[in-house]
């Protein structure tokens, strides 16, 4: 049912045009009206080998409302393949034509024998957000796309983590969970982001595991690949932040993948016992600083609020204040994502709200006793309310205005270092 | 034409004025086929993406203080209030004043589009209104709710007295416009309806009503226009309430592009007799005096005005012929919204630098006023001419000219339309702000600026020689119009 949507932080499901943007040489091509797409971009790092205004688009008018859409999305598709060179070429349906019921489908379905592939995703705005959008964009690749392998490649394990671009940091944290993974001497395919295409949607079926790094993202996408293609997968809900959860993560996969434990060990000490000679040089600074207490919060998805509270527990020691998770995350996996919250360290329990509406949330914020200045991680539209409270802000989560990222990420030992960079370069601006 | 301000709905500007956005030609054919009548805009059976009108219109209620928007349809409609949250504070900041304008969604399901949604329509306004006591507020629908019939104005009807601030209901369905421009005159009607107010009987004003973006020139303006004794109401952005409701009062209405103001300003005129200040606008040497002129003649300054036009030509003319030097024999080809596209045109012209081809966003044959744009008059009138197109940002378009003409720039108004210039090897320079060529001093400023952007090409050497282009070389040997078609 609709809702009062106060200080929005996610899209509508047509907003999986970027997540199709982000596999290189993927084409989105929109069944919609002619500005869905600017809408769902960020003005920030859009562009590329294509970019949202170039994606092909019906722009339906009145007519089309009237008369169905059906013979212009035919002449966009039959043209883009001309136009456009790309490897895939994956039509969105927006709102308009699901309501007037185009049947997109049967006129993608005329493509199946053009040189390039063409699939298909209903992405309706009213379906669901855009978390949701990009589970239909994955399924409609393996649905539409990919078929059984025979064969398997040995240590082959498929990465699925971050939404991109609703995820500032979804490049840099992809590569950095492959690099964790090919340490353990396992091969990584993951299919967003550069170097990453059809080459490795092609490579999916032949993979040993799915990995998926997310609280509920991606899990039906799991599923379906289970069945369809056979992969078995690992679900680890935390976002790695830091030393104590980046190790817990190692240890599980290497022993999902059946990694030998003094393999797993030796590299689980060589990344700690640098972490920790950093943290060793600045323990100072967390120690004696006189405008970060104890108390944070955190606004944003599923994804980052319990990856950073776990991190800010149980890296660094501070404890949780209320946490918010502003995705709309379906009612049915919301319990066993609050449960993930009350696994801190020293039986700390954190307290989480599934809320969307931006008010309320401030109002809490307003409300809660941090014992001194707050430490907010979130949107932008954090900024002003910790302002006023003298707080501490970093905007982490969309939506984001006040840090341009190009590559940084905050997953595994090095981004539990960049997140602490973060928070201490807001910190040392001020005095007391 | 006239405009009927007791209807919520706005005509498009397709239907209103004839607007188009598929031509491809010469200026001269295009301006004289709509003078004669016969000009009938192409549709196309391939497009590329390009803006929502609900972008425009909302974007300038949004700049608004302290009022709300309540845009009524699926989440990635009202994304746009993320943006709008920023630009509300960053604004608000630099002028120096606050604004707690509020924009939200209702994140319509699918359940909505069978069962309809207005009792909750109904319950969000009455919470924001709660909420943050805003001192307007904005009701607008999208394509979703437009199509599934949701009558958003018998519910605006329905809380007027409840909420006991003015309340309008606003049309944006998408699909109604390729024109984004349409937005503008969508938010003008919205202010035409219940913000402004008759005239105070004996109020006396010296204040014009300026129409434009973001008031980056806004002191420099107020410093200029207290040697004329006007001062200038800047519209929205950071406008209030109060100031709107007052816009009948001032003695005259202008703007920074005629796209933006056509409609408010000829609405005024026709509605409460506020003359609109009909001239090419600010852009360039001759384009600032002839508008000064106008205002001059319009408002009963022109003695004032002339002793300032001379005072500065001393000071600037000189500068800019020095600069011109540097500028003369280049080629250009030129995308914006039509607005800026027949005005910087006629700059360029004047700085020495030759058009080789102009795109325009859309066209609009003849203003509210059944007059041709000055803009488009005045190339006519001075016998210039160049190839022309009009295209809603069809970048393929833009590249196909581009590969083919090679100009010395690129210039363009819109986000993300200058990196595929400079991945063509061609240097580009975004004319982002409506104040960059406003005036002696910023035309002076604006030329420097294509120097400095012709001089280092470094960029645009790098990243053109290291990136692939999207299109196919099918596409490059095919000429612009290829998929233009006659509008059955």
Same mark, same amino acid.
């Given at each position: 049912?609709?809702?009062?949507?106060?200080?929005?932080?996610?899209?509508?499901?047509?907003?999986?045009?970027?997540?199709?943007?982000?596999?290189?040489?993927?084409?989105?091509?929109?069944?919609?009206?002619?500005?869905?797409?600017?809408?769902?971009?960020?003005?920030?790092?859009?562009?590329?080998?294509?970019?949202?205004?170039?994606?092909?688009?019906?722009?339906?008018?009145?007519?089309?409302? #009237?008369?169905?859409?059906?013979?212009?999305?035919?002449?966009?598709?039959?043209?883009?393949?001309?136009?456009?060179?790309?490897?895939?070429?994956?039509?969105?349906?927006?709102?308009?034509?699901?309501? #007037?019921?185009?049947?997109?489908?049967?006129?993608?379905?005329?493509?199946?024998?053009?040189?390039?592939?063409?699939?298909?995703?209903?992405?309706?705005?009213?379906?669901?957000?855009?978390?949701?959008?990009?589970?239909?964009?994955?399924?409609?690749?393996?649905?539409?796309?990919?078929?059984?392998?025979?064969?398997?490649?040995?240590?082959?394990?498929?990465?699925?983590?971050?939404?991109?671009?609703?995820?500032?940091?979804?490049?840099?944290?992809?590569?950095?969970?492959?690099?964790?993974?090919?340490?353990?001497?396992?091969?990584?395919?993951?299919?967003?982001?550069?170097?990453?295409?059809?080459?490795?949607?092609?490579?999916?079926?032949?993979?040993?595991?799915?990995?998926?790094?997310?609280?509920?993202?991606?899990?039906?996408?799991?599923?379906?690949?289970?069945?369809?293609?056979?992969?078995?997968?690992?679900?680890?809900?935390?976002?790695?932040?830091?030393?104590?959860?980046?190790?817990?993560?190692?240890?599980?996969?290497?022993?999902?993948?059946?990694?030998?434990?003094?393999?797993?060990?030796?590299?689980?000490?060589?990344?700690?016992?640098?972490?920790?000679?950093?943290?060793?040089?600045?323990?100072?600074?967390?120690?004696?600083?006189? #405008?970060?207490?104890?108390?944070?919060?955190?606004?944003?998805?599923?994804?980052?609020?319990?990856?950073?509270?776990?991190?800010?527990?149980?890296?660094?020691?501070?404890?949780?204040?209320?946490?918010?998770?502003?995705?709309?995350?379906?009612?049915?996996?919301?319990?066993?994502?609050?449960?993930?919250?009350?696994?801190?360290?020293?039986?700390?329990?954190?307290?989480?709200?599934?809320?969307?509406?931006?008010?309320?949330?401030?109002?809490?914020?307003?409300?809660?006793?941090?014992?001194?200045?707050?430490?907010?991680?979130?949107?932008?539209?954090?900024?002003?309310?910790?302002?006023?409270?003298?707080?501490?802000?970093?905007?982490?989560?969309?939506?984001?205005?006040?840090?341009?990222?190009?590559?940084?990420?905050?997953?595994?030992?090095?981004?539990?270092?960049?997140?602490?960079?973060?928070?201490?370069? #807001?910190?040392?601006?001020?005095?007391? | 034409?006239?405009?009927?301000?007791?209807?919520?709905?706005?005509?498009?500007?397709?239907?209103?004025?004839?607007?188009?956005?598929?031509?491809?030609?010469?200026?001269?054919?295009?301006?004289?086929?709509?003078?004669?009548?016969?000009?009938?805009?192409?549709?196309?059976?391939?497009?590329?993406?390009?803006?929502?009108?609900?972008?425009?219109?909302?974007?300038?209620?949004?700049?608004?203080?302290?009022?709300?928007?309540?845009?009524?349809?699926?989440?990635?409609?009202?994304?746009?209030?993320?943006?709008?949250?920023?630009?509300?504070?960053?604004?608000?900041?630099?002028?120096?004043?606050?604004?707690?304008?509020?924009?939200?969604?209702?994140?319509?399901?699918?359940?909505?589009?069978?069962?309809?949604?207005?009792?909750?329509?109904?319950?969000?306004?009455?919470?924001?209104?709660?909420?943050?006591?805003?001192?307007?507020?904005?009701?607008?629908?999208?394509?979703?709710?437009?199509?599934?019939?949701?009558?958003?104005?018998?519910?605006?009807?329905?809380?007027?007295?409840?909420?006991?601030?003015?309340?309008?209901?606003? =049309?944006?369905?998408?699909?109604?416009?390729?024109?984004?421009?349409?937005?503008?005159?969508?938010?003008?009607?919205?202010?035409?309806?219940?913000?402004?107010?008759?005239?105070?009987?004996?109020?006396?004003?010296?204040?014009?009503?300026?129409?434009?973006?973001?008031?980056?020139?806004?002191?420099?303006?107020?410093?200029?226009?207290?040697?004329?004794?006007?001062?200038?109401?800047?519209?929205?952005?950071?406008?209030?309430?109060?100031?709107?409701? =007052?816009?009948?009062?001032?003695?005259?209405?202008?703007?920074?592009?005629?796209?933006?103001?056509?409609?408010?300003?000829?609405?005024?005129?026709?509605?409460?007799?506020?003359?609109?200040?009909?001239?090419?606008?600010?852009?360039?040497?001759?384009?600032?005096?002839?508008?000064?002129?106008?205002?001059?003649?319009?408002?009963?300054?022109?003695?004032?005005?002339?002793?300032?036009?001379?005072?500065?030509?001393?000071?600037?003319?000189?500068?800019?012929?020095?600069?011109?030097?540097?500028?003369?024999?280049?080629?250009?080809?030129?995308?914006?919204?039509?607005?800026?596209?027949?005005?910087?045109?006629?700059?360029?012209?004047?700085?020495?630098?030759?058009?080789?081809?102009?795109?325009?966003? =859309?066209?609009?044959?003849?203003?509210?006023?059944?007059?041709?744009?000055?803009?488009?008059?005045?190339?006519?009138?001075?016998?210039?001419?160049?190839?022309?197109?009009?295209?809603?940002?069809?970048?393929?378009?833009?590249?196909?000219?581009?590969?083919?003409?090679?100009?010395?720039?690129?210039?363009?108004? =819109?986000?993300?339309?200058?990196?595929?210039?400079?991945?063509?090897?061609?240097?580009?320079?975004?004319?982002?702000?409506?104040?960059?060529?406003?005036?002696?001093?910023?035309?002076?400023?604006?030329?420097?600026?294509?120097?400095?952007?012709?001089?280092?090409?470094?960029?645009?050497?790098?990243?053109?020689?290291?990136?692939?282009?999207?299109?196919?070389?099918?596409?490059?040997?095919?000429?612009?119009?290829?998929?233009?078609?006659?509008?059955?």
């Amino acid at each position: 049912m609709a809702k009062l949507l106060d200080k929005q932080r996610y899209k509508c499901a047509l907003g999986a045009m970027q997540s199709v943007q982000a596999i290189t040489r993927a084409l989105p091509i929109l069944h919609s009206g002619p500005g869905c797409a600017q809408k769902l971009s960020e003005s920030i790092g859009s562009s590329g080998y294509f970019s949202p205004n170039i994606f092909p688009c019906t722009s339906i008018n009145e007519k089309d409302v #009237v008369f169905g859409g059906v013979k212009k999305l035919n002449s966009t598709i039959e043209n883009a393949l001309k136009v456009i060179d790309a490897d895939l070429y994956v039509v969105l349906t927006g709102c308009i034509p699901e309501i #007037v019921g185009d049947d997109s489908g049967e006129v993608v379905s005329r493509f199946e024998d053009a040189d390039k592939p063409v699939i298909y995703a209903p992405t309706a705005g009213f379906k669901g957000n855009n978390y949701k959008g990009h589970e239909q964009v994955v399924d409609a690749i393996v649905e539409q796309y990919l078929k059984k392998s025979e064969t398997k490649q040995k240590g082959l394990v498929n990465i699925w983590a971050d939404v991109p671009y609703q995820d500032l940091f979804w490049l840099g944290n992809l590569r950095e969970l492959e690099k964790l993974i090919s340490e353990l001497g396992l091969t990584p395919n993951t299919i967003f982001g550069y170097n990453r295409g059809i080459e490795n949607i092609d490579k999916i079926p032949e993979a040993e595991f799915n990995l998926l790094v997310s609280p509920w993202v991606g899990l039906n996408n799991m599923k379906k690949m289970e069945r369809k293609l056979g992969i078995p997968y690992l679900h680890y809900k935390t976002l790695p932040i830091g030393a104590t959860e980046t190790s817990k993560f190692l240890r599980e996969v290497g022993k999902f993948a059946g990694v030998a434990e003094e393999k797993v060990e030796s590299v689980i000490k060589e990344h700690e016992d640098y972490y920790y000679y950093l943290i060793e040089r600045y323990a100072d600074l967390f120690l004696e600083n006189r #405008v970060i207490n104890k108390q944070f919060t955190v606004v944003s998805d599923a994804h980052y609020a319990l990856g950073i509270t776990k991190f800010l527990a149980n890296d660094l020691g501070l404890v949780p204040a209320k946490q918010f998770v502003v995705d709309d995350t379906p009612k049915n996996r919301r319990e066993e994502i609050a449960e993930e919250f009350k696994k801190l360290n020293f039986g700390l329990e954190a307290e989480v709200s599934f809320e969307t509406d931006g008010f309320k949330i401030h109002e809490e914020i307003k409300n809660h006793d941090y014992h001194g200045y707050p430490l907010v991680l979130g949107g932008y539209y954090e900024k002003e309310v910790t302002e006023s409270l003298k707080g501490n802000f970093l905007n982490v989560s969309y939506p984001v205005q006040d840090k341009v990222v190009l590559d940084t990420s905050y997953v595994g030992y090095r981004g539990g270092i960049r997140l602490i960079e973060d928070i201490y370069t #807001v910190a040392v601006q001020r005095f007391n | 034409m006239a405009i009927n301000t007791s209807n919520s709905n706005v005509a498009t500007r397709e239907n209103r004025i004839g607007s188009i956005t598929g031509y491809v030609g010469t200026l001269k054919d295009l301006a004289s086929q709509s003078e004669c009548g016969t000009l009938k805009g192409c549709s196309r059976c391939f497009s590329q993406s390009s803006t929502c009108l609900s972008t425009c219109g909302l974007g300038q209620l949004a700049g608004i203080r302290d009022v709300a928007i309540i845009h009524h349809g699926p989440a990635g409609c009202s994304v746009a209030s993320a943006n709008a949250y920023y630009m509300s504070k960053v604004m608000s900041k630099k002028r120096g004043v606050t604004s707690s304008t509020v924009y939200v969604g209702t994140d319509m399901n699918e359940n909505d589009t069978i069962f309809g949604s207005t009792s909750t329509l109904r319950d969000v306004i009455l919470e924001v209104n709660k909420r943050y006591s805003p001192k307007a507020i904005f009701v607008s629908s999208s394509c979703a709710t437009g199509i599934i019939g949701e009558d958003i104005d018998s519910i605006v009807d329905d809380v007027r007295e409840e909420v006991g601030v003015p309340i309008v209901a606003v =049309h944006c369905e998408g699909f109604k416009s390729r024109i984004w421009a349409t937005g503008f005159d969508i938010s003008d009607h919205a202010v035409l309806q219940e913000i402004v107010q008759p005239p105070r009987e004996g109020v006396k004003t010296n204040k014009i009503n300026f129409k434009n973006f973001f008031e980056s020139a806004r002191p420099e303006i107020i410093e200029m226009f207290k040697q004329f004794d006007l001062e200038p109401v800047f519209l929205y952005c950071n406008s209030t309430i109060e100031e709107l409701s =007052h816009l009948s009062e001032s003695i005259a209405t202008t703007c920074i592009c005629g796209t933006l103001g056509n409609y408010l300003g000829n609405a005024l005129e026709e509605q409460y007799g506020v003359p609109y200040v009909r001239s090419i606008n600010q852009c360039g040497i001759t384009g600032f005096e002839t508008w000064l002129r106008e205002i001059g003649k319009v408002t009963g300054r022109s003695d004032k005005i002339e002793k300032y036009i001379e005072e500065q030509r001393a000071i600037y003319i000189p500068q800019i012929e020095e600069v011109k030097k540097e500028l003369k024999g280049l080629t250009a080809v030129l995308g914006m919204g039509p607005g800026y596209t027949f005005e910087v045109s006629r700059v360029l012209e004047e700085l020495g630098i030759k058009v080789v081809w102009a795109l325009a966003w =859309h066209y609009d044959k003849k203003y509210e006023d059944g007059n041709v744009p000055p803009s488009m008059k005045y190339l006519l009138d001075n016998d210039i001419d160049f190839e022309a197109s009009v295209a809603d940002q069809q970048n393929y378009e833009v590249m196909n000219i581009l590969n083919k003409y090679q100009p010395d720039m690129y210039l363009s108004r =819109h986000p993300g339309s200058t990196v595929w210039a400079i991945k063509n090897g061609t240097p580009a320079i975004y004319v982002a702000d409506e104040y960059m060529i406003f005036g002696y001093k910023h035309t002076l400023e604006f030329a420097k600026t294509i120097v400095d952007a012709i001089k280092n090409r470094s960029f645009e050497e790098n990243l053109a020689k290291r990136t692939k282009l999207p299109y196919t070389d099918w596409w490059y040997k095919q000429n612009v119009d290829t998929f233009l078609e006659e509008v059955k």
